[in-house]
């Protein structure tokens, strides 16, 4: 039910820095977990990071852990990932997800998907 739509992707040398946004209809952000996912040509889609309805509770794929941050705005209806020393690697279309739950953690399961921003990054 919940719509989900990306923006902030773009193209990047390698070592810069992009800051991804997510925003979410409805009034009931605060019900959901979100997430954020990629996917590369060629490859599968893979988790990237995720966090608690609270904000309180945060993962990371390791290969972005201590390069990415995810955060969230619940008043703004808004998630971010702000990416920093970005890397050829981190090239791939990056999703938005929402799962909604009255739990703390993050759930396995995502329900709702956006339709993707590109982030490019260049050697």
């Known amino acids: 039910q919940v719509q989900l739509v990306e923006s902030g992707g773009g193209l990047v040398q390698a070592g810069g820095s992009l800051r991804l946004s997510c925003a979410a209809s409805?009034?009931?952000?605060?019900?959901?977990?979100m997430g954020w996912f990629r996917q590369a040509p060629g490859k599968e889609r893979e988790f990237v990071a995720g966090?608690?309805?609270?904000?309180?509770?945060?993962s990371y794929a390791d290969s972005v852990k201590g390069r990415f941050t995810i955060s969230r705005d619940n008043a703004k209806n808004t998630v971010y990932l702000q990416m920093n020393s970005l890397k050829p690697e981190d090239t791939a279309v990056y999703y938005c997800?929402?799962?909604?739950?009255?739990?703390?953690?993050?759930?396995?399961?995502?329900?709702?998907w956006g339709q993707g921003t590109q982030v490019t990054v260049s050697s």
């Open positions: 966090i608690s309805r609270s904000g309180l509770t945060i």
């Open positions: 409805g009034r009931t952000f605060s019900s959901y977990a």
């Open positions: 997800a929402s799962a909604r739950t009255t739990g703390r953690g993050i759930p396995a399961d995502f329900g709702s």
